[in-house]
Nanobody, 122 residues
Framework: QVQLQESGPGLVKPSQTLSLTCTVSGGSITTNYYYWSWIRQPPGKGLEWMGA???????YYSPSLKSRTSISRDTSKNQFTLQLSSVTPEDTAVYYC??????????????WGQGTQVTVSS
């Protein structure tokens, strides 16, 4: 059973960079045809797909966040990471990592992390 676990600071100051790591167990992030995504849910709002890294290493970003988002991976640690720069209070959300074989922007994932709350505040 594939398991995903998000980790990172729960509080980030405005204008700083938010950094989160997703650690994967029970499966490899290089498994053919799987995509590894970051999704967030601001309070009172729906899920928003942020971006993904494919099994091949190809990276995809949401157009609305592309200028501030960077996704990378460390295959030796079976982890992938999210960096979101120049954060504002509007970036406050629960952040999830997730995975599946479908196109990542469709958000039809097989596996989800439990989510981690990130608050942007001074």
């Amino acid at each position: 059973q594939v398991q995903l676990q998000e980790s990172g600071p729960g509080l980030v100051k405005p204008s700083q960079t938010l950094s989160l790591t997703c650690t994967v167990s029970g499966g490899s992030i290089t498994t053919n045809y799987y995509y590894w995504s970051w999704i967030r849910q601001p309070p009172g709002k729906g899920l928003e797909w942020m971006g993904a890294i494919a099994y091949s290493g190809s990276i995809y970003y949401s157009p609305s966040l592309k200028s501030r988002t960077s996704i990378s991976r460390d295959t030796s640690k079976n982890q992938f990471t999210l960096q979101l720069s120049s954060v504002t209070p509007e970036d406050t959300a629960v952040y999830y990592c997730a995975s599946g074989e479908s196109s990542p922007w469709d958000m039809e994932y097989e596996y989800w992390g439990q989510g981690t709350q990130v608050t942007v505040s001074s």
